[in-house]
């Protein structure tokens, strides 16, 4: 028995490829209970991988995956559906079901996983559409939705349930710092008050900071995992450069932009 | 020579592994079929979609084939003075061959890349992801009534095909060329057996139901997540349920004599 055994939510050793390239090599860190947890990582690091790997939509190559308790890599599918009845998934571009209307949509995985009565369930849609300010867009199509309202529409469907687990793919991404700050305070207001414990996957360093109680830094060659408090103190240079990204002329030159010499003006005289 | 045959090699080998692939989505789809809760309301609306968005262009095309059929049969006939006979071959004609055939093209072609396409979007926006999430097997919800569905609706629409192929023959032969009404039905009546070709046609519409129904699914549910993805899915059902279709109404026929 290891110590990822007792956890609520933990990688143990887990290695993920797909084909020839690796997204991860042994990793572990584990989550606590009833709290936010957000995993940082530049594009490609496997933040999204890893979130879908917690979801069992896909398995990896090695290692344990322990969800409230369960070793979940060796479920079969079907078994996999029981571990899911704990869990809610917020996917990047919402997911949503196409052809149904806000209510139906939340409505559907109260219809298909409860034995809730028709009252119930609309009681319940209504309380939750509610709770994220979408009261008033239950009659509309996802497509009449723009993009802040998908996200809190999302939500919405992956908290109808009251799942132990809210998983966020990227909530906060393509959404203006204003739709952005809602969801998140919408993800605090969650976690506070359905005690639900929530992972983000994000690249958000402020947002991180202000509502996380642990992070897991994701980086091309390992993993960092801590308190906001501890990452910001730590002393790893790899650590340090991905909060504080200092990009300065000579890192720009590093990764091959092009410094513009100022030089005469270049107007319609040229021509 | 050796890249040649390893070549060879691999791409067998791919081939296989596609066909075990499918062979395992089907006993999904047939375990999915009988397991609960069994899912009507969405059958009847993919017979909706599948079925009588389809009718416009079978009723159509049916009597236009029988059209051009009745105008072929019966200036081919005319000179053996077989012009009575015209009622039993663009009956025969379609009935064993034509009906169930250009049923089938025309239904993949409308509804089986339609088919292709909202399972692909569905996946590229990770809606069959988000059904898994909510613990809903999307085989079980998505798939299955559109396989189902396309498997009932072919026999029904190719019987419509040449109920409608009848009446065009009927239109050219008797309205237009002025051959006996009368003498048109007695030879179709005549010449079609119900249980050899009646029975045999509608089976063989099924046979193709199940293709289409089988690749349409099995492309949409296996697009890549891209939009380029969905489409090279979409043309690929359309190649792919085309080919197996003549292929099968070959094998029907020389197995069944349908």
């Known amino acids: ?26 990793l572990s860190f584990s989550f606590p209970a009833a709290r936010i947890s957000v995993i940082l990582g530049g594009s490609g690091s496997g933040k999204s991988t890893a979130l879908r790997l917690i979801g069992g939509l896909i398995q990896p190559s090695a290692g344990r995956i322990v969800v409230d308790g369960e070793d979940i890599t060796r479920l079969s599918e079907r078994q996999m559906y029981r571990v899911r009845a704990k869990l809610g998934m917020l996917f990047q571009g919402g997911a949503l079901l196409d052809s149904m209307t806000v209510f139906e949509n939340l409505a559907f995985p109260l219809r298909e996983r409860t034995t809730l009565r028709r009252a119930e369930i609309a009681d319940r849609v209504h309380e939750t559409l509610t709770a994220v300010g979408l009261r008033d867009a239950d009659a509309l199509l996802p497509s009449q939705l723009s993009g802040g309202m998908i996200k809190r529409a999302a939500l919405a469907r992956a908290i109808v349930t009251r799942p132990l687990i809210l998983l966020c793919d990227e909530p906060f991404s393509g959404l203006d710092p204003i739709s952005a700050r809602r969801i998140e305070a919408l993800l605090v207001e969650i976690n506070r008050r359905f005690h639900i414990t929530v992972v983000v996957v994000s690249h958000d360093i402020s947002s991180t900071m202000r509502m996380a109680s642990k992070v897991l830094v994701l980086l091309p060659d390992g993993a960092v995992e801590g308190t906001p408090a501890e990452l910001q103190a730590s002393t790893d240079p790899r650590v340090a450069s991905f909060l504080n990204p200092d990009l300065d002329a000579a890192a720009l030159r590093e990764v091959g932009h092009v410094e513009v010499q100022p030089g005469p003006a270049q107007g319609a005289s040229a021509w | 020579m050796v890249t040649l045959v390893a070549d060879l090699g691999w791409a067998g080998l791919r081939f296989v592994e596609e066909l075990g692939r499918m062979a395992r989505f089907t006993a999904g789809i047939g375990s999915a079929t009988v397991r609960r809760p069994i899912r009507i309301g969405r059958f009847v609306d993919e017979l909706f979609k599948l079925g009588v968005l389809s009718l416009i262009i079978i009723c159509l095309c049916g009597t236009a084939v029988g059209a ?7 200036n081919t006939l005319v000179r053996f003075g077989a012009a009575d006979s015209l009622g039993a071959v663009v009956g025969l004609a379609l009935i064993r061959e034509l009906g169930p055939v250009l049923t089938a093209l025309l239904v993949t072609g409308r509804a089986g890349s339609a088919t292709t396409a909202e399972i692909g979007t ?5 809606q069959l992801d988000g059904l898994r999430m909510m613990s809903v097997d999307p085989v079980h919800y998505v798939v299955t009534p559109k396989a189902l569905a396309m498997i009932a609706v072919m026999p029904l629409l190719s019987a419509l095909f040449i109920l409608f192929g009848i009446f065009g023959g009927y239109l050219i032969g008797v309205r237009v060329m002025g051959l006996d009404p009368g003498i048109y039905l007695t030879s179709l009546q005549d010449a079609v057996d119900f249980p050899n070709d009646v029975a045999g046609s509608l089976l063989k519409a099924a046979v193709f139901g199940v293709l289409v129904g089988l690749i349409a699914t099995y492309r949409g549910y296996t697009t890549a997540p891209t939009s380029a993805g969905v489409s090279a899915a979409t043309t690929s059902t359309v190649v792919i349920a085309s080919v197996s279709i003549l292929l099968f109404d070959y094998v029907v026929t020389a197995l069944w004599g349908v």
């Open chain 2, 68 to 74: 051009v059929l009745g105008l072929q049969g019966y």
């Open chain 2, 122 to 126: 569905m996946v590229v926006t990770e």
């Open chain 1, 1 to 26: 028995m290891t110590a990822a055994d007792d956890a609520h939510l933990a990688f143990d050793g887990v290695r993920m490829a797909f084909g020839d390239r690796r997204v991860f090599d042994r």
